[in-house]
Structures are given as C-alpha cells and as structure tokens.
C-alpha cells in the first residue's frame, strides 16, 4: 500500500480515512461498525485520557465501574433517555451457544437459553448508575456524588467512520449527584469548561462553548453544554458535552435525599461526556497532506532519532551521540525515541514519522558526527535546520512550546475566519456554500424555523454561544424577532 | 447497617462478603451477576493496573483495543477455545428495540432489527484479536507483535461472588505473536514472571509458578503457566495465566509469516490476563476481622490524618500542623488524607479507616499540639505509638517498607506452612478436612485419576510446580508411578 495520502483539496473524506489507516490509527473490524484502535493511535488515546483523569481528579471526581449491561426495565424508566437511544440498541437476549445440529463444527444460539429480561448493552450509563445512586444517597451527607467511568459504549450507528462515528467507542462518562439545582448547574458548566481548557491547551484545538438547543439536547437533559470545534474543511465537530439533568433522572428512579432540615426531595443531576471521537478531531485540525500533525502535549513521541550511517562503526558512534541526547531530553521530561531499526531505510523512516505526526525529527549522519551538530526538522512546517549539540535541548524544548503555540494560533486563526455573520438566508446559504464554517446568525428560537433550515441546507445550530452578545435581530429565515446570534453549520 | 464484620473463624465465606460491601470495594448491581466496583476499590484497581501496564511496557508491550463483539463465524474458528466458552456466552441478536405495542410506555426487541449474524460479547479476545493479526503478518519483520488491551469481559457465570467470579470483570489481555515455538515459550514464561513478580511485590501476595494440567488449562492452549496463591480459609487461588497458544489460533485464523529465508510458516502465540479477580485475592491474603489490610504499595491512601478537637481555634492549629505533615510526606511520594469531615467524628473515622485498610493513621489532638506529637497508628498489627513531629516522616517512611514487608512474610509463614506432603490417600482426605492448604503429592499424570480425586475430595490440580523436585515416586490415589510431586487443592 503507498503510503501517500490523497490531498485534502482532492476528496477531504477519503485524505482522513486513508490517514487514520495509514498512520497506524485504528482500521475497521469484522465486526460492522467497531474499529479496532492500534497501538499508535491507542497511545494517544492513552495520553488524553491521562490528562483528562488528572482534570477530573483536580476537580474533586473519584472513577468507579457500573455493569456494560442494562436490564431493559431500567433501560425505559426515564422516557425521554429511552426514546433517545432505542433505535440503535444492542441487545442480548441469550447467554449460551450450543452445537448446531443441522451444521456440525458450528455453533448456534440455544433456545432453552434465553434471558428472561433482554440486557441492552450500554450505549449510556445513566439508567444502571441512577439505579445504583438510589442506593447510595439517604441525606444530604451523602451528596455530592462525584463519580466519573472510563468505558466503552455501544451505539447502532448505521453509517460509520473511524473515531468519528462507531458501533463501539470508548469514553468517560461523568455522573453527579447533587443536593441543590445551583450546585448541579454549576458542576455541568465547570465539566463543559474543564472539557474547553483540555481541548485547547493539549489538543490545541479551539472550542466555542454553549448551549444546545432543544433538538439537539441530550436526550433526558433539561440543557446540554457543548464545546463545538470547526475542522479543516469547514465542518463543525461537537468535542464533548455536559448535561445538567434536573431532577429526571433522579424522579425516574427514585431518588430521594433528607435535607439537613429533614426535608425530602429529589436529587439533582449532571453527566458530561468525551469520546476516541476527540482522535477525530485531533486530526481533522492539525493534518495535512503528508499526514498526521501531532500537538507535542499529545505526541506518545515527541522527538525520533534516526541514524544515518554506511557503516556499523558510524552506528556505534551515532549510537553514543543518541543515547547522549536522549538522557538529556528525558531528563527535561521529553519523550524521544531511538529509531535504529535495521528492516527500515533512514527514507522509508523519515516518511514513517512525517505520516505518523512525530514533532520533531533528529537525524544523525557522519557529517554531523564530524561537526558536533544534528539534522533537526520540524513536522508542522515541513522545516530544517542545523543544530549544534551544545544547544540542542534548549532548542528542542522551546520549539516544542513553539510547535504547541502556532498549531492552536494557526487553527484559532482558520476557526476566527471561518465565522461569518450573515443577516438574509441568500447570504446563509451563499456562505455555506462556498466559504463554510460557522454561520452566526439570528434565530427565533422555535423548532420549526431550526427544522425548516436544517431540511434546506444540512445546516443545524450547533450551539448558542455562551458568550452571545445581546444584540437583538430578526430571524435569518423567519424575520421574526431574535434575542442574538447562534452558530450554525454543517457537522460531523 | 452495623461496620462490625462477621468474624472469619464464624464464617469466612460471609465475612468476605461483608467486607467487600462495609469497606466500600463493590457491590452486586441490578444485572445478574454483574458487580458496580465502588470507588474506593475501584482506586485499588487503578493502583494495580498502573504498576502492571508499566510492567508490560517496561517488557516491550504497547496497548490497543480491540472490538466488544465477536462475529459468530469468528468466535467459533478455533475449536477448543469455542467449546470452552459456548456454555458461558452472553449474545446479542438484535439492535434496536421499539415501543411494545401490547403495553404503552414499554419498550420490546424490534423483531425487524435482527442481525444476520449473532455477535459474541467477548469472553476472551482471541478469536477477534487473531483474525486481526492475519492482515497485520506478512513477514517475518513484522514479528514479534506483543500487545496488551484492557477491557471488560463476560463469561455468563451461573454461580457468582464479588471480585471472585462475576459475570462481567475488567482485566488485561496480553496477545503476541512470533515466529517461533522457543520465542512464544519464552514469552508466555516471561509474563507469568512479571505475574508473580507483581503479586509479590506490590501485593505482598507469595505465589507458586507453575503450568495446569490438561484439564484445566485454557480452552485451545498446548500450556498454561500460572501464579497460584493461598487464602488464609486454606483454599487456593489462580491469581494469574499465561498460555503458549502453539499454533492454534494461527491455523485457525490462516495466519502465516514468510521467514527471512522465504519460507512461509504459520505463527505462534501466547496470551496471558490477570482480573479484577486479584481484588479477591489482595482481600483474602491481608484482611482481618476489622476489616481491609492493605499493602503500602496499593492503598488509594498510605496515610489519614484524623483531627480531634473542641473548638474551631484547636482545629485551625491542627490543620496547620496536618498541612505540614502532608507536605513532608508528599514530598517523599507518600500519599495521605486529612480526614477533616464535619459530619463524622473522630471514632466514627477511626473506625472506618481501619475498615477501609488505610496502613497508617495519624491522630492530631490538644495534648499532642501541646507536646509537638501525634498518635500512629498501625493497621496490620493495630498497634500504636507516639511520635515527635521531628521524627514523623522518617518513622512513617520506614513503617510503610516494613509493612509492606511484614504482610509478605506473614502470608509466605502461612502458606508455607500450609503446604503438606502426603504419601497415602488417607492423609490427603485428613489435610483437606482438618488443616487444609495446598497438599503436595505425586499424582500418575492421567486425567482419570485427577478427576476420580477430585469427585471424591473437590480437590484438583492447581499446578506442577515449575520448581518441581525430580522426586519419582507412586501415585497417592491410584499408587502408578510417578515423576514428582503436584500441588492439589479446593480452589476459589
């Protein structure tokens, strides 16, 4: 398989999945819908979540572990909840196989083994949490509850694509208990706002929070916070999202607390959410046509070496040079990698670690050993430069700051000119047409006029910007009357 | 509900039970069989799974993730591993679900959403993971791949205990593959090293290496290492496997390497795993009729400090000696608690601290204000002393170690002398009904014998010492020659 990628400008979609496979991300399974995740990609993966878990724990969060299984019974107890996720349930209804009379060496479901209540696997862990914290809280002394599960969830989804969409993810899912509306409110927005920092400090990808609207709210949620970041192509991408639950949840499963004046009432909720479709994001901000571009925060290597030589004595001597240089950079906490792998050519690696989005590259050759000096080549801005061993950890230090800055400026910079205010829904659709992005523009809040536009364009109103400005307007599309601007825009 | 635990001599089994809920580890949840892993246990977990994933990486492992589901076809491929996990397979047929026509608000499976192929919940990854490696080997540069995933697995268990046998666990799954047979040997031997190694040193858990016999080794391996330990009721434990797969699964899933030499030749493997079941394991070893013991090196809390005091100014003072302490000890990697809860008091945290197995205790009162000491408190032998301010963190720092090491000696002192060698059928039947443990004697190797013992004594084989004695000798039950001696005894 070549190991070129096809250009962004030629078939976006296919330059992404091309990338995601060829990287060494994740490729699909044989199973419809579920990716398996490499190693490569698995240590990205493994690196948001480290940061992520130390947010979480900062934040006063505890992880803990509920069934994969939901009983169908406690599945329909919040309707809303229920109705959201049905349609694209998995569902066990047995719990044994049985050699298959009619075809021998295979096996078949055994009928006598049927579940006398079908288990949904979870697509969400609400229900069986919720059933469990019914346990948990008598008074207000057991509250707050601050729990957050690393899992994996399933969703029939019937169109896929790798870390943006599949059958089977993997995520956190935070589920909190709290006594008052305020308090509730205030953990759903902190979540929403730790989700934000996350997202643009280590992912360096820049994020718009707000509020869903109605339709495109979580279902159960009395509001849904978001972070909505804008890929390459002009396309938004929800990065995660935070839901203050009200009292649904807690009434649907009967969920009481004693005041401390004794009072009963029901329990107030929160959960908030991030995915491996993060991954997706991860890539559609950064990557170009050479292939994956890695913010350094996340990079499993943030530095490779790669040995040039004829001969074994040049490789003893590059070796000495490297290990050098690596004991340096870790003392630094960089994490570099010593590619002297003997299958591969040095040019077969450099293209390997461009594809693959390693930072930084070092090579070493015998000029180099000669002049006390290394290669050093840049994977953001496809960039070289000589530098002496003196100097090369100051260096490589700063640059990975450097690289870390100018990928979040260069995507702050592409989302800030890819927000356009229009005021005639000819503009809107001018827009969308051919510049993409995110259309601000005024809406009248109603379902119908968000549905109607949505059917003309594929536009939907990704989100109401926390920070709107209170401008009053007319409707895009309506000309009624309009509090402020939403975001609207084409997503994945 | 009462802390006080039923005693162990009473009865071990409700003890055990007990424990797991008072000491907040895990509880049984609304899924037959399934458990919710509390927080608190959940935090022991993380520990144990951090210092195994650093293991595994440390010996060249990378983790990936690999598919929830396993396509019938698939699951079925290799033979014996299929008809090990048939009787004991959760299987989804479906996936969506509809409103129940004969009752509103219901929901039911959609008859129309059936799939044309049930899938599997894995029970184990084998036959996804191998199907997958077919596309990844072409060659022989390709090789080795050694990879770790963790994630949850279902065997649909009819009989279930907390930790020790549910029907949902999380564990880790080791899956490589080599090009040849001493490689995947060496392999497979290593990791149970790192097994042993780990039980140990971090859970102060003596073990014996070992490989199963035919019986009981994992469904489709030619060999089956394993760490086995002893509980203090005197049964055994298998708090570990790892398994040469031979070419098993390589010819079942067509997976084949061309040497450096061109030839082309099937695969070989190993997999090995480690559970949630070694929550168990760590509990039965240490704990005692107060509750959890818990080893230094995997307490979510090393240390608590406890604050007692009658008025604000004594707690503001106490605070201020705590924050110190904390400093000092966190400076030295030791992790510690200020229990400064207002809504319990001091007896109310003694006692759940010493329930909960946090190692060391620290009391804070007036007089020791007074007398710039503290009390310490020392959960495995429940003794305490006081100690000046000046002398706390070195005190503790070597308390910790010698805890630590105290736990490993007790348990080997008990399980060592808990192992007897017997030479008659009589003395066998007297061991396991009077003084229990592992009962060491010679066996004829034949399948017939192993399971007449064990029909008759419920006693199996838990392993051949891979430190067997080259001792021959006859048979304890049926008098044939022998070679050596093999551990019997009742196992969880």
């Known amino acids: 398989m070549s190991k070129k990628l096809t250009s962004r400008s030629e078939d976006y979609s296919k330059w992404y999945n091309e990338l995601v496979v060829k990287a060494d991300l994740a490729e699909n399974s044989a199973v419809r819908g579920c990716m398996v995740i490499k190693p490569y990609g698995y240590a990205i993966w493994e690196k948001m979540q480290a940061e992520l878990d130390r947010m979480f724990k900062e ?68 229900a069986i949490i919720w059933n469990t914290y019914r346990n948990w809280i008598q008074s207000y002394r057991d509250l707050p509850i601050l729990i957050n599960q690393w899992a994996n969830v399933v969703r029939w989804e019937m169109r896929t694509r790798l870390f943006l969409r599949t059958a089977e993810f993997l995520w956190q899912e935070g589920h909190t208990a709290h006594e008052t509306k305020a308090e509730a409110l205030a953990e759903a927005k902190t979540m929403n706002n730790v989700y934000a920092t996350f997202a643009e400090k280590f992912m360096a990808i820049p994020v718009v929070q707000g509020v869903k609207t109605e ?41 009481k607390y004693a005041s401390k004046e004794g009072k009963q009432d029901y329990v107030w909720a929160t959960s908030w959410g991030v995915s491996t479709r993060l991954m997706g994001a991860l890539i559609m901000t950064h990557s170009d046509d050479n292939g994956l571009v890695l913010p350094p925060s996340l990079a499993p290597n943030q530095v490779v070496i790669v040995p040039i030589y004829k001969s074994d004595e040049d490789l003893d001597k590059i070796t000495e040079v490297a290990n050098g240089i690596m004991s340096d950079l870790r003392a630094k906490g960089i994490s570099v990698k010593f590619d002297n792998r003997t299958t591969q050519r040095p040019g077969a690696k450099f293209a390997q670690h461009e594809l693959q989005g390693v930072p930084l590259r070092i090579a070493i050759g015998p000029k180099d050993l000669a002049n006390g000096t290394v290669e050093l080549a840049r994977r953001d801005t496809l960039t070289k430069s000589v530098v002496t061993l003196d100097y090369l950890t100051t260096t490589i230090n700063d640059l990975l700051k450097e690289i870390q800055e100018t990928l979040f400026n260069k995507a702050l910079e592409f989302r800030d000119s890819h927000i356009t205010e229009v005021e005639t829904f000819e503009e809107f659709k001018d827009v969308l047409e051919n510049k993409t992005g995110f259309i601000s523009a005024h809406w009248d809040g109603t379902n119908e006029t968000e549905e109607k536009i949505k059917e003309l364009t594929k536009a939907t109103i990704r989100c109401i910007p926390l920070e709107m400005n209170d401008e009053e307007g007319v409707c895009v599309y309506s000309g009624k009357p309009s509090k402020g601007r939403v975001l609207f825009a084409k997503a994945y």
Chains 1, 2 share one sequence.
């Open 59 to 126: 934040t006063g969060h505890q992880n803990a572990y509920f069934p994969l299984f939901v009983p169908k019974s406690l599945f329909e107890a919040e309707e809303k909840n229920a109705e959201g996720f049905a349609k694209e349930c998995a569902v066990v209804t047995h719990y044994r196989l049985q050699n298959d009379p009619d075809k021998p060496g295979k096996l078949r479901v055994d009928p006598e083994a049927k579940l006398e209540e079908e288990l949904v696997v979870r697509p969400t862990s609400e």
């Open 215 to 255: 339709s495109e709210r979580f279902a159960g949620a009395v509001e849904t916070y978001c972070i909505e970041a804008l890929m390459q192509d002009g396309k938004a991408l929800q990065a995660g999202t935070s839901h203050f639950l009200g009292q649904n949840f807690a009434k649907a499963f009967d969920v």
